[in-house]
Every structure is written in C-alpha cells, then in structure tokens.
C-alpha cells in the first residue's frame, strides 16, 4: 500500500499474470474506493462520484486496445460518451480516424515523415471543418524549428526551440531552454505578436 499526493491505493496481483485489481482512494476519503480491473487488453473502473439529482452515482469508464489490420483498435468509454479509434502506424506514415458515440463527431489525423529530421502532421475534423497543420524539422535533438496553421483560431504560427523542447533544462546546453514563436491571425496581420521563453537552470 502506498500514499502518495492525498491518494491512497492498493494493488493486487490475481492468478493470471497480465490481470490486476487496484483498490484507490483520495486522503480524505469522500466516499467508496475506486475499483479498476487491469487485463492484458486494457482497463475497466467503478467510481462512485456526486450528482445534482442522485446524492450517490456510480460510472463505469474503461479502455480496450486490440490490433487490427497492421494497427491497433481502441475503444474508450468515459462519462456515457464511447470514442472509437483506429491508429494504423509504420515507419513513415501514421493515420488516425475516431469517432464519438452518441454524438458521432468524426475525425482524423495525418502523419507522415520525410526523413530523420522532417515531419508533417494534420487534424481534420469532420462535424466543424476546423483544420489544423504542423510541419516539424530538428537539427539534432537541441534544435527544432516547427510552423503551422489553425483554420479555428484562423492563426498561422512558428517557433524555434534551442533546446530540447521535451527534456530538461539541466541536459540542455549551458543548461538552458530557449523558445521563440511568432503568431500571426490570418484577419489582423499587424496584430502580429512575437514572444519568448528562456528556462535556465543554476546548481548553486
């Protein structure tokens, strides 16, 4: 049993290996524990949680992966919505159509890489129309120059990091992270805006 940021959980192994009981609770408990059943092919939950109406309330929220011609199937129930997803992935291109049940929004992400170093990414959605682009390019793993469009916020964009944007500032060169981006919204070019941000680390 561990404690840890006002959680308080306890894990059991059952007979067979790839299946799990966890029994979780905030610190102080206001209520009955969260009872999650891990299996190899993913995860179901109970949890009691508050209601306007129903003084008390179970939910059931659960996740299932299966692979499915050369990709992996992922079924997501949460709050009484289902989100259906398909990643199909290799090497160069990956592709991701989802939809969510009852309220069928349709969508779909583009993935394709031109190199070790060039990547293009796009997000379609169905129901809105709304689309957006990022094309990524680094230079090692200290520098990486990224542009792209939100049809949305109807914004273009492009930033620069000198640094590892993922990593820490403490691996980075002279221990610093850099960031430069402009933002430029496609209906008021002169409302253009330029920022920055710096992360430095010092060992004192």
């Not at 394709?112 to 293009?120: A, H, V």
């Not at 964009?157 to 933002?183: H, I, N, R, Y």
Request: glycine fraction near 6%; hydrophobic fraction near 35%; aromatic fraction near 14%.
């Amino acid at each position: 049993m561990e404690a840890q940021q006002g959680e308080v959980a306890m894990l059991a192994d059952l007979a067979d290996p790839g299946y799990k009981f966890e029994l979780s609770s905030a610190v102080p408990s206001i209520g009955l524990p969260k009872a999650t059943l891990k299996f190899p092919l993913g995860e179901i939950s109970l949890e009691e949680r508050e209601d306007e109406e129903v003084k008390r309330l179970f939910s059931i929220n659960g996740i299932l992966k299966a692979p499915l011609s050369n990709g992996i199937c992922t079924a997501q129930y949460k709050d009484e919505d289902l989100k259906l997803r398909y990643c199909y992935k290799d090497e160069e291109l990956s592709f991701i159509p989802s939809i969510s049940l009852p309220s069928n929004a349709l969508s779909f992400a583009f993935k394709r890489r031109f190199g070790p170093s060039d990547k293009l990414s796009y997000w379609y959605n169905f129901d809105s129309n709304y689309w957006s682009t990022v094309y990524k390019h680094t230079v090692g793993k200290d520098f990486k120059f990224k542009t792209g469009y939100d049809s949305e916020a109807r914004l273009g964009w492009a930033s620069l990091w000198v640094g590892d944007e993922c990593g820490k500032a403490k691996t980075a060169p002279m221990k610093m992270k850099v960031q430069f981006m402009l933002q430029v919204p496609q209906d008021d070019i002169q409302s253009s805006l330029f920022m920055f941000r710096v992360k430095k680390r010092w060992d004192i």
